[in-house]
């Protein structure tokens, strides 16, 4: 009871006369917050940056020197991380961009056909990646010969691939005029045609036969604005297609069925993606 007794006032007096604040212990930060802004807004100009740059960075424009572990800590703290970078062109024009979705962005998916050529060969359906022990190579033995290269001249819309045809070597405009016809026949929902600026694109014949004797629009799309036609991804997910089914050898009919694996669904999300209403 006499400890008891001793004890019990101390506490209620400790609790009156101490703040009970706890403070940090450790050491301080090496980075403030301004150095972390600051490197944020370096890899927000040029994501390509290395650490040993965003360090001589640092040094230079802030008198700050720290090793490369703690800027690669900071960045793990904002939530970045190191990934593969998606190229856009310098020459790319923001202006027409803008201008083409104007014109072009206020009608239904349902009112669009894609069309674009992709080149596939040999090599298209080898696999990029495998497994190996830690600290080998991943080899896979393989022909370098690309073999004979095939076109495919598909067309996508909401409902998928509606053609895909397939010619040995490069496409022409005499390869391309005849596939028009069944595309915007006098009748269906689509009326208007997509296309990039490629030149074979760009012929007298191919407007008649789309404007004049389909009664279609013909639209081609602002230089180098591959984002904004859906169907791009379908060439990738052909090309994946054949990596899964066929990663030795492809022959025209398995590159056909490669686009007929695309699916409905798959198109309605690659138009939206692209900005389309659907």
Known sequence: ME???????WRPAW????????????????????????????????PSLYLDELQAALYTHRA??????????????????????????LERNEALRAAWQAQWGFYDASAYLWIDECGINDHSGQRLFGYAPIGHHCVERSFFNHG??????????????????IFEGAITKEQIAPLLNPFSPEGVSHCILVCDNC??????????????????????????????????????????WLRRHYPHIIDPT???????????????????NCGHSI
């Not at 940090?24 to 600051?38: A, H, P, V, Y």
């Not at 095939?150 to 053609?163: K, M």
């Not at 389909?214 to 639209?219: F, H, I, N, R, V």
């Not at 398995?254 to 138009?271: E, K, N, V, Y």
């Open 64 to 89: 700050v020197n720290v090793s490369l572990s703690t800027i690669s800590r900071a960045l793990v703290a904002a939530a970045y991380s190191r990934k593969s970078i998606s190229r856009e062109a």
């Open 148 to 165: 004979v290269k095939y076109s495919t001249l598909p067309a996508l819309a909401v409902e998928g691939i509606l053609a895909a045809s």
């Open 3 to 9: 400890v008891a007794e001793t004890r019990i006032p």
């Open 199 to 240: 030149a074979i694109h760009h012929d007298e014949e191919i407007r008649q036969l789309v404007e004049d004797e389909c009664g279609a629009k013909l639209c081609y799309l602002p230089p180098y604005s591959p984002d904004f036609n859906p169907i791009e991804e379908a060439f990738s997910k052909a090309k994946s």
């Open 15 to 46: 609790r009156a006369t101490d703040s009970q604040i706890r403070f940090l212990t450790g050491c301080s930060r090496i980075l403030s917050t301004e150095d972390k802004n600051f490197i944020l807004s370096l890899l927000q100009a040029r």
């Open 254 to 272: 398995q590159r056909h069925q490669a686009f007929l694996s695309i699916t409905s669904q798959d198109a309605l999300g690659w138009i939206e």
